[in-house]
């Protein structure tokens, strides 16, 4: 079974980091492309990154340009997000998932979302 | 104010068709594909269409979705209760250089 599980969610300060995780398994998560979008309370969908299958090509919002980092680790079957200088309006559930495995980004879709990880910035 | 444009909400009574549609430009629904995510309450979103047109396995044939020019829509027959959820369009956009949703629809039956 394909399983994405996201964590390292929590209360931070404005201007505060956090670094979240996803664990993925059930499938070669080498071979995929990997994304993170987020859904702010009460919110539709907002894309946030991606990351290829090399992390040769990594793509990000202009909402978290310079202020968020994508990275995976395939030997690890994990992906992560390092977020900085976080603020309230970061204030979201972030979810983990599975993009396209040799399809172009601009193809692919989005299939499994992992749970997701609410992320609160508030002082 | 979202670069993909839906419709906030659509309603219909049980076995009814609902259409929602999606209405981008040339940089994005224009020159790429477009997928479709369900997303129930309380639960993430799952993929309901993809390229356009395409149904992942599990998701029934009275659910289609459709692309011309720079807009997209789905359409859901035979309306069920279970079908009330949030609906999203995305795709990419070339000049933005990032993946677009729509606003997101509301789907009631009434």
């Known amino acids: 079974e394909v399983q994405l599980v996201e964590s390292g969610g929590g209360l931070v300060k404005p201007g505060g980091s956090l670094r979240l995780s996803c664990a993925a398994s059930?499938?070669?998560?080498?071979?995929?492309?990997m994304n993170w979008v987020r859904q702010a309370p009460g919110k539709g969908l907002e894309w946030v990154s991606c990351i290829s299958t090399n992390s040769r090509y990594i793509y990000y919002a202009d909402s978290v340009k310079g202020r968020f980092t994508i990275s995976r680790d395939n030997a690890e079957n994990s992906l992560y997000l390092q977020m900085n200088s976080l603020r309230a309006e970061d204030t979201s559930v972030y979810y983990c998932v599975r993009g396209g495995n040799g399809i172009p980004i601009r193809s692919s879709w989005f299939d499994p979302w992992g749970q997701g990880t609410l992320v609160t910035v508030s002082s | 104010q979202s670069v993909l444009t839906q419709p906030p909400s659509a309603s219909g009574t049980p076995g009814q068709r609902v259409t929602i549609s999606c209405s981008g430009s040339s940089s994005n629904i224009g020159t790429n594909t477009v997928n479709w995510y369900q997303q129930l309450p309380g639960t993430a979103p799952k993929v309901l269409i993809y390229s356009n047109n395409q149904r992942p396995s599990g998701v029934p044939d009275r659910i289609s979705g459709s692309k011309s020019g720079t807009s997209a829509s789905l359409a859901i027959s035979g309306l069920q209760p279970a079908d009330e959820a949030d609906y999203y369009c995305?795709?990419?956009?070339?000049?933005?250089?990032?993946?677009?949703f729509g606003g997101g629809t509301k789907v009631i039956v009434l």
């Open positions: 995305a795709a990419w956009d070339d000049s933005l250089n990032e993946l677009m």
């Open positions: 059930g499938f070669p998560f080498s071979t995929y492309d």
